[in-house]
């Protein structure tokens, strides 16, 4: 089997004997323990580890610039951003330098540098990837929006990905349904948007 060409961005992923700081400047020093359990699905999948790239503090910024890892600028045009928080990934991957790159998106973290640098960013269902042991931890408040995501430069390669690569935790696991309670809180008030009569038509040609 052909080895993926992996770099893994340095906001979540635990990666033995590697710096995981979260882009922070007071977790400058922090180095992972252990392998989390993405660094171990590529492991599994023959990946090559290439290094960690850059991103904002914590991942909270749209822009992919730090104290730690300093600014990251667009292979497209120098004088741009590549967005983010993901930025450093998304450079990585269209300057060549890895073939993919894997990280999270909550409010746009993949799919704000993917348009900056016209590569594919893909959000992957949590119920194939799921969220666990990524730093920092994400809120429990805000966990349900986090979804993975692969970075590269085409769609083949994210479909060589998805095929060679599986999330540990999900074997044999059976999600619980999420009680209707969640559910309601997540749904939008269509009626305070003025959308009630697209809806009702939407549901009618169902």
Same mark, same amino acid.
């Given at each position: 089997?052909?080895?993926?060409?992996?770099?893994?961005? &340095? %906001?979540?992923?635990?990666?033995?004997?590697?710096?995981?700081?979260?882009? *922070?400047?007071?977790?400058?020093? !922090?180095?992972?323990?252990?392998?989390?359990?993405?660094?171990?699905?590529?492991?599994?999948?023959?990946?090559?580890?290439?290094?960690?790239? #850059?991103?904002?503090?914590?991942?909270?910024?749209?822009?992919? +610039?730090?104290?730690?890892?300093?600014?990251?600028? #667009?292979?497209?045009?120098?004088?741009?951003?590549?967005?983010? *928080?993901?930025?450093? $990934?998304? $450079?990585?991957?269209?300057?060549?330098?890895?073939?993919?790159?894997?990280?999270?998106?909550?409010? =746009?973290?993949? !799919? &704000?540098?993917?348009?900056?640098?016209? &590569?594919?960013?893909?959000? %992957? *269902?949590?119920?194939?990837?799921?969220?666990?042991? &990524?730093?920092?931890?994400?809120?429990?408040?805000?966990?349900?929006?986090?979804?993975?995501?692969?970075?590269?430069? =085409?769609?083949? !390669?994210?479909?060589?990905?998805?095929?060679?690569?599986?999330?540990?935790?999900?074997? +044999?696991?059976?999600?619980?349904?999420?009680?209707?309670?969640?559910? $309601?809180?997540? @749904?939008?008030?269509?009626? $305070?948007?003025?959308?009630? @009569?697209?809806?009702?038509?939407?549901?009618?040609?169902?």
């Amino acid at each position: 089997r052909a080895a993926l060409a992996e770099a893994i961005r &340095i %906001l979540e992923w635990e990666a033995k004997g590697m710096p995981t700081t979260g882009g *922070s400047w007071r977790l400058r020093d !922090r180095v992972s323990t252990h392998d989390g359990p993405v660094r171990r699905a590529f492991d599994a999948a023959g990946a090559v580890l290439l290094g960690k790239t #850059n991103l904002s503090d914590l991942g909270l910024v749209p822009d992919a +610039g730090s104290w730690v890892g300093g600014e990251t600028r #667009n292979p497209h045009d120098l004088t741009r951003t590549t967005g983010g *928080s993901s930025g450093g $990934a998304a $450079a990585a991957v269209l300057d060549g330098m890895s073939a993919i790159d894997w990280g999270t998106d909550i409010g =746009g973290s993949i !799919r &704000i540098p993917a348009a900056h640098t016209g &590569i594919v960013g893909v959000r %992957l *269902s949590s119920e194939a990837w799921p969220i666990e042991e &990524i730093f920092p931890d994400v809120p429990a408040e805000l966990s349900w929006m986090c979804a993975q995501c692969p970075l590269a430069r =085409g769609r083949k !390669r994210v479909r060589t990905l998805e095929r060679e690569a599986h999330a540990p935790q999900t074997r +044999g696991r059976v999600e619980a349904e999420a009680p209707p309670a969640a559910l $309601a809180a997540r @749904r939008p008030d269509h009626r $305070a948007l003025g959308q009630e @009569r697209t809806v009702a038509s939407a549901t009618e040609r169902r």
